[in-house]
């Protein structure tokens, strides 16, 4: 069983930076591909990034291109989310979410998931 813990989130303003990170326990997820969605209020739950179990491979949704980065840490057993150039739009409650290799944006296919951290941006 896996348990995470997602942090670093809160208020912030247009054009600022936050750094997610997703910690988890139970057991080591270095085998274990990572996901961070985001889910609005009023909107359906949306894949944001992945990454493969080794770091090598990330993808992204495309709001998240070019603004967004997806890192890990095995020896911490943590995952990051980098957001960068902060939008309104981008207001959501952030899970991370593990799963036995897949990486890609089907929720379903995820197994394990944290409870999420609040990220509002506002001016």
């Known amino acids: 069983q896996v348990q995470l813990v997602e942090s670093g989130g809160g208020l912030v303003q247009p054009g600022d930076s936050l750094r997610l990170s997703c910690a988890a326990s139970?057991?080591?997820?270095?085998?274990?591909?990572m996901g961070w969605f985001r889910k609005a209020p009023g909107k359906e739950r949306e894949f944001v990034a992945g990454i493969s179990w080794s770091g090598g491979r990330t993808h992204y949704a495309d709001s998240a291109k070019g603004r967004f980065a997806i890192s890990r840490d095995n020896a911490k057993n943590t995952v990051y989310l980098q957001m960068n150039s902060l939008k309104p739009e981008d207001t959501a409650v952030y899970c991370c979410?593990?799963?036995?290799?897949?990486?890609?944006?089907?929720?379903?296919?995820?197994?394990?998931w944290g409870q999420g951290t609040q990220v509002t941006v506002s001016s």
């Open positions: 979410a593990a799963s036995s290799g897949y990486m890609g944006e089907i929720a379903r296919l995820y197994d394990y």
């Open positions: 139970g057991r080591t997820i270095s085998s274990n591909g």
